[in-house]
């Protein structure tokens, strides 16, 4: 077992998460293309793997336990955080990633294909363009600007009794009260990610 594995491993049992081996083998996979497009394709600013374990892939599994729906699209997904890693552990879930950078969603692509993951679709539109079939239980973001633009420019992409789920650093007060007419938080949980000392919390809004 290497350093990798270890970090990866002793990190998901702090967030009380079971995977077999199979899965672990996965997220390690995907954290080796991510690492190696990185050097091309400018995924993060963080080029260390080891950082990346924690802030990457442990820091998008802590919502695992709480997130709620099986049809959920990431938008702005970038290099697939959090939804690579949720539809690696999660194979039953149908997850969308969406965003507008061609060399990230030519990056998902590969992804999809060299660990074959069939419930994993990939989109190349900028949020307002797309139009999807059938919506969505969920709408997931690690990366937008504010939750202001997050709720305006997806919710024509969330069904009826369907949720934002919004990752934050820490709780965002300000970001809230614009939205305070039009939408409720159902609930807020504060994520302890191992290896990470800054907050970190995720937010369930509701359509009011």
């Known amino acids: ?33 991510f690492d190696k497009w990185n050097r091309s394709y400018n995924l993060s600013a963080i080029r260390e793997i080891e950082q990346m374990v924690s802030r990457h892939l442990l820091d998008s599994l802590a919502i695992l336990p ?30 969308h990633l969406l965003d507008s950078n061609g060399k990230k969603t030519r990056f998902l692509f590969q992804v999809k294909t060299e660990l074959g993951l069939a ?8 949020v307002e363009a797309y139009r999807p079939e059938q919506l969505f239980d969920g709408v997931v973001s690690r990366a937008f600007a504010s939750l202001e633009d ?28 614009p939205l305070e007419k039009s939408y409720m938080v159902a609930s807020s949980h504060e994520l302890k990610v191992p290896g990470e000392s800054g907050q970190r919390h995720l937010l369930k809004l509701a359509p009011v």
């Open 1 to 33: 077992m290497n350093n990798l594995e270890q970090q990866l491993r002793a990190g998901l049992k702090q967030l009380d998460i079971a995977l077999d081996d199979h899965k672990i083998e996965q997220l390690l996979a995907y954290l080796a293309l």
């Open 119 to 126: 419930n994993v679709s990939v989109h190349h539109s900028r």
């Open 66 to 95: 709480l997130i709620e729906g099986k049809r959920l699209i990431d938008v702005g997904t970038g290099g697939g955080l959090p939804g690579i890693p949720l539809a690696i552990c999660r194979p039953d879930w149908d997850i």
């Open 150 to 177: 997050m709720t305006g420019g997806c919710r024509h992409l969330l069904a009826p009794g369907g949720y934002f789920w919004a990752m934050k650093g820490i709780y965002p007060t300000d970001e809230l009260k």
